[in-house]
């Protein structure tokens, strides 16, 4: 089944991409779940290792992000920028731009492009231009030129903002998925105490919009802005 409509039917090459291991989970946990269930070829891309952080280091980041990969049932990998001095520049975006060609990815999933977090906002930007350096010929790139028929930004804001998607993805049947995919990040919410409320909330609280057209409260939703 398409995704409210917006995504193919039939099996799509997607990739998703984020700041740090653990942003997909938390922005879009839910939808990849779904997107991998119903038979779609999902790459989580990372720019950065996320460390260093107060309980990680490089290779207990590995480590999670491999088993909520597992958990979510994708394949994962990293253009290993340094965190907290992502940078738009052309090295950064023809590395992305080879893991999309590599992949031969059709639909791409970025952060929401307003945001308080330098690496989100970098983040969005090298994206965004990758998409285009993809599709270019006679480039010393990595796979086959592709340009992306879809470009999708997702919430893993540090905004406090209202959401204002263009649609939502219902996710209903995932939220366990999503949580679990989050909690085997232990170095950011079962370690540090003040981020355990996350073990509860976020699988409810995260995918939830109350921006629908008639200002109805959508249980158990993911929600984008497309472009």
């Given at each position: 089944?398409?995704?409210?409509?917006?995504?193919?039917?039939?099996?799509?090459?997607?990739?998703?991409?984020?700041?740090?291991?653990?942003?997909?989970?938390?922005?879009?946990?839910?939808?990849?779940?779904?997107?991998?269930?119903?038979?779609?070829?999902?790459?989580?891309?990372?720019?950065?290792?996320?460390?260093?952080?107060?309980?990680?280091?490089?290779?207990?980041?590995?480590?999670?992000?491999?088993?909520?990969?597992?958990?979510?049932?994708?394949?994962?990998?990293?253009?290993?920028?340094?965190?907290?001095?992502?940078e738009h520049s052309i090295p950064a975006r023809h590395a992305v731009a080879a893991v999309i060609r590599e992949h031969q990815a059709e639909i791409v999933f970025t952060p929401y492009f307003e945001d308080?977090?330098?690496?989100?906002?970098?983040?969005?930007?090298?994206?965004?231009?990758?998409?285009?350096?993809?599709?270019?010929?006679?480039?010393?790139?990595?796979?086959?030129?592709?340009?992306?028929?879809?470009?999708?930004?997702?919430?893993?804001?540090?905004?406090?903002?209202?959401?204002?998607?263009?649609?939502?993805?219902?996710?209903?049947?995932?939220?366990?998925?999503?949580?679990?995919?989050?909690?085997?990040?232990?170095?950011?919410?079962?370690?540090?105490?003040?981020?355990?409320?996350?073990?509860?909330?976020?699988?409810?609280?995260?995918?939830?919009?109350?921006?629908?057209?008639?200002?109805?409260?959508?249980?158990?939703?993911?929600?984008?802005?497309?472009?």
């Amino acid at each position: 089944a398409a995704v409210q409509g917006i995504l193919p039917c039939s099996m799509a090459r997607i990739a998703v991409f984020g700041p740090h291991p653990d942003d997909q989970e938390l922005g879009m946990g839910g939808t990849i779940g779904k997107l991998v269930s119903q038979g779609h070829d999902v790459l989580l891309l990372d720019m950065t290792s996320g460390e260093p952080t107060p309980h990680g280091s490089p290779e207990i980041r590995a480590k999670e992000s491999a088993a909520a990969a597992t958990i979510l049932g994708v394949r994962r990998t990293s253009v290993n920028l340094p965190n907290r001095y992502v940078e738009h520049s052309i090295p950064a975006r023809h590395a992305v731009a080879a893991v999309i060609r590599e992949h031969q990815a059709e639909i791409v999933f970025t952060p929401y492009f307003e945001d308080a977090h330098p690496d989100h906002i970098a983040t969005t930007k090298i994206v965004e231009d990758a998409r285009f350096d993809a599709k270019l010929t006679k480039i010393d790139l990595a796979g086959e030129p592709i340009y992306p028929k879809w470009l999708f930004y997702y919430y893993c804001t540090h905004l406090r903002i209202i959401p204002n998607p263009s649609f939502l993805v219902d996710t209903t049947g995932f939220a366990k998925q999503k949580h679990d995919a989050i909690v085997a990040y232990e170095s950011q919410f079962v370690v540090p105490e003040k981020n355990r409320p996350m073990n509860s909330k976020t699988a409810k609280t995260i995918e939830r919009c109350i921006v629908l057209v008639k200002d109805c409260n959508i249980e158990n939703m993911n929600h984008y802005i497309i472009f």
